[in-house]
């Protein structure tokens, strides 16, 4: 059985091609339709999957801030090496400590000076470390009033020389 091609067989079969081809089309847009319905309609679905990468990015981050935290101490250690090895670092290290503690002490006397009447600033206190009995302490002298500092809780032991009870 031979097929002939003729003008209306050849015009049969383009209509029923382009047919097939707006069918196709036609189902793709339902079925993207229908997809984009059901997230919508069902709002358990959306929220699942919302769920489930809020989950699995709070998973990467609680893995990423272990390994930072561990990288972190490690650090630390090597910190705490180079300063046992190196005399001036662990004197710039001492030094930062130092000053900080200083600097808590000058506030504490600029509280109490405060509370005696006299405005003291900063820059005009004179402030001693010494050594009574094993424990160290600041001596801060403003230009009417003394005040004597334990370092080791910042706690006023004299005020003008006179013990602090």
């Given amino acids: 059985m031979k097929i002939k091609y003729n003008k209306k067989n050849i015009s049969t079969s383009i209509v029923i091609g382009i047919l097939c081809v707006v069918l196709t089309f036609g189902m793709v847009v339902q079925i993207r339709t229908v997809k984009s319905n059901i ?5 358990d679905y ?3 999957s919302l769920r489930d990468e809020v989950l ?3 998973e990467k981050y609680d893995n990423a801030f272990i390994e930072l935290s561990k990288i972190n ?3 630390e250690k090597y910190r705490k090496k180079a300063t046992n090895n190196d005399s001036t670092a662990k004197e710039k290290q001492e030094s930062k400590e130092e000053k900080k503690e200083k ?3 000058v506030k504490v006397a ?12 900063k820059e005009e206190l004179e ?3 010494i050594k009574r009995k094993g ?3 600041y001596y801060i002298s403003a230009k009417d009033n003394t005040v004597e500092i334990r370092i080791t809780d910042n706690k006023i032991t004299r005020v003008n020389s006179v013990p602090v009870e």
């Fill in 73 to 75: 101490k490690e650090l």
């Fill in 103 to 105: 600097e808590k002490a």
């Fill in 135 to 137: 424990e160290y302490y």
């Fill in 39 to 43: 997230s919508i309609s069902n709002p």
């Fill in 127 to 129: 402030v001693l470390k």
């Fill in 46 to 48: 959306a929220n699942n």
């Fill in 110 to 121: 600029q509280k109490k000076f405060k509370e005696l009447g006299e405005k003291a600033k």
């Fill in 56 to 58: 699995k990015n709070k």
